[in-house]
């Protein structure tokens, strides 16, 4: 049973330039979220999407915008990249139900030069 | 509103037992638990509802406090595996976002 992949698993950017990460959930899994991890600290919410709607979105600008795809894939994109876009962006999926856990995916680093 | 976990940090040779705490200043409907280790993705361990049902691990156990919006992760004669950093999750009653706590390196030593 294959779990959540992402892709790419590295990258690297230039300040102002535009990134695309993909992300496909776990079989039978229906929301994805997604979430930025800075090194030593704990994943921050971006946001949600279930029914290819964004549920809940986090503190993150505009510049982040995502989309899912009704085979519940989802992408993240985003814009105008800045030196603090570093860091591991994790993809997330689950059922909308709230009562079940999390399956993450394994990360796309993105580094910003 | 991040929650707030401790210890932040711990060392335990195998076989001792640990438990990290996790404190939020919100109401909680549920708490999730990861842990994840060194460039790997945070792996699921247990969810504890409010209403107490508990999902998870067999061998993983944890309680959580509704009225204080606490949980605690109980980790038993400990084995070299159980290393990595240790995340709670809290999902508060109208949202279904999963805001997570700051973490708990956990290292296990012969």
């Known amino acids: 049973d294959a779990g959540v992949t992402q892709s790419p698993t590295h990258l690297i950017k230039t300040r102002g330039q535009q990134v695309t990460l993909r992300c496909s959930p776990k079989?039978?899994?229906?929301?994805v979220s997604w979430y930025q991890q800075a090194l030593g600290q704990g994943p921050q919410f971006i946001f949600q999407?279930?029914?290819?709607?964004?549920?809940q979105r986090g503190n993150f600008p505009d510049r982040f915008s995502g989309h899912q795809f009704p085979n519940y894939s989802s992408e993240l994109n985003v814009n105008a990249l800045l030196l603090g876009d570093s860091a591991l962006y994790l993809c997330?999926?689950?059922?909308?139900?709230?009562?079940?856990?999390?399956?993450f995916g394994s990360g796309t680093r993105l580094t910003v030069v | 509103q991040q929650p707030v976990q401790s210890p932040q940090a711990v060392i335990l040779r195998e076989g001792e037992d640990a438990v990290i705490n996790c404190s939020s200043s919100?109401?909680?409907?549920?708490v999730h638990w990861y842990r994840q280790k060194h460039g790997e993705a945070p792996v699921f361990l247990m969810i504890?509802?409010?209403?107490?049902e508990q999902k998870g691990h067999e061998k993983i156990s944890a309680s959580f406090n509704e009225k204080k919006q606490q949980s605690s992760l109980y980790l038993t004669a400990s084995q070299l595996s159980y290393s990595g950093t240790y995340f709670c999750?809290?999902?508060?009653?109208?949202?279904?976002?999963?805001?997570f706590g700051t973490g708990t390196q956990l290292k296990v030593e012969l």
């Open positions: 999750g809290t999902r508060g009653g109208g949202g279904n976002k999963l805001t």
């Open positions: 997330a999926s689950s059922l909308v139900d709230r009562r079940q856990g999390y399956t």
């Open positions: 079989s039978g899994h229906d929301t």
């Open positions: 919100k109401a909680l409907y549920s």
């Open positions: 504890l509802l409010k209403g107490g």
């Open positions: 999407y279930y029914e290819e709607e964004e549920r």
